[in-house]
């Protein structure tokens, strides 16, 4: 059973920077595209970045030239480098593949707030 822990989370104010990173156990990352994905306050889940296992990177546009997403298969981590906070990037992070899904970590918690 895979477990995703995610990490890094805190209080920022805008215009600040966080990395965030995702350990897991088991084999999710060997071969799979790693997202990561946030849940604003009273939304839905989304899909905010994603990496290959070559590295190759895509962004959605609300994070696109503020967010960078990087991974080390030989540690089982992948991380987001978080720059440019704004208000609206407040919400829980979680880490997973983008498809098949694995159980869902507990998330960590970004707030951006003056």
């Known amino acids: 059973q895979v477990q995703l822990v995610e990490s890094g989370g805190g209080l920022v104010q805008p215009g600040g920077s966080l990395r965030l990173s995702c350990s897991a156990s088991?084999?999710?990352?060997?071969?799979?595209?790693m997202a990561w994905y946030r849940q604003p306050p009273g939304k839905q889940r989304e899909l905010i970045a994603t990496?290959?296992?070559?590295?190759?990177?895509n962004y959605m546009d609300p994070v696109k030239g503020r967010f960078i997403i990087s991974r080390d298969d030989a540690k089982n981590t992948m991380y987001l480098q978080m720059n440019s906070l704004k208000p609206e990037d407040t919400a829980v992070y979680y880490c997973n593949a983008l498809v098949a899904t694995r159980p869902w970590g507990q998330g960590t918690q970004v707030t951006v707030s003056s």
């Open positions: 990496i290959s296992s070559a590295g190759l990177t």
């Open positions: 088991g084999s999710i990352f060997s071969g799979n595209i």
